[in-house]
Structures are given as structure tokens and as C-alpha cells.
């Protein structure tokens, strides 16, 4: 499967572009996505096309990104979206020693 990541400024336009120019469907993304982790070797039902909005969600808290731009990038119109991010204990150690270095 070959796609484009779309060149356009308007939000309500498809990410993903197919070579003959469709949109890349939620079909054919989690069709692909077994295919892929099937031939890696990975437990196909484990997956799903949400996974990728979870781990998004996730992955962007990590790298600092505000949770105002997690929300617009996955298109959250609420704040459903602090749900998926899961934080590891090592974050969440590293927070609790901040906080404990600024209140002495």
C-alpha cells in the first residue's frame, strides 16, 4: 500500500491520500495494519485501528506535546482524549521528585 500525506490547510480534507487520489479509508488502514503486523509476526487481534489514536495520544504527552495539539491532531472535539494517554511510573517518579525538589 502506497499513500501521501496530504498537502492542504483545510482541516476537514483526508490525511492520507491514495496514488489515485481517494482518501485513505478506515478499512483499508486497519485491513493494511493486520496484513503488516501478521507478516511482523504479531498478534493480529490484539490491534486495532484505535490503537493508533491511544498510542498517538500517548507517544505525544511523552514528547512534551500540549494537550491542546494532542486534542487537534486526533480530531477530539472533547476531552475524551486524556484517557488514552497512559504515562509510565518513570514519568510519574520524575514528576513526584520535581515536585518534592521545589517544595524544599
Known amino acids: 500500500m502506497s499513500a501521501s500525506i496530504r498537502?492542504?490547510?483545510r482541516d476537514?480534507?483526508?490525511f492520507f491520500l491514495l496514488p489515485n487520489g481517494q482518501s485513505l479509508t478506515h478499512r483499508a488502514f486497519?485491513?493494511?495494519l493486520r496484513?503488516?503486523?501478521l507478516r511482523l509476526g504479531f498478534q493480529v487481534s490484539a490491534y486495532?485501528?484505535?490503537s493508533m489514536r491511544v498510542e498517538a495520544a500517548s507517544s505525544g504527552a511523552a514528547a512534551g506535546?500540549?494537550?491542546h495539539l494532542i486534542q487537534t491532531l486526533g480530531r477530539w472535539t472533547s476531552l475524551s482524549y486524556v484517557?488514552?494517554?497512559h504515562v509510565s511510573n518513570n514519568?510519574?517518579?520524575k514528576a513526584h521528585n520535581s515536585i518534592l525538589q521545589f517544595s524544599t
Open 7 to 9: 498537502d492542504s490547510k
Open 48 to 50: 486495532s485501528g484505535h
Open 65 to 67: 506535546v500540549p494537550d
Open 30 to 32: 486497519v485491513a493494511n
Open 91 to 93: 514519568v510519574i517518579q
Open 35 to 37: 496484513h503488516l503486523l
Open 83 to 85: 484517557r488514552y494517554i
Open 12 to 14: 476537514n480534507s483526508p
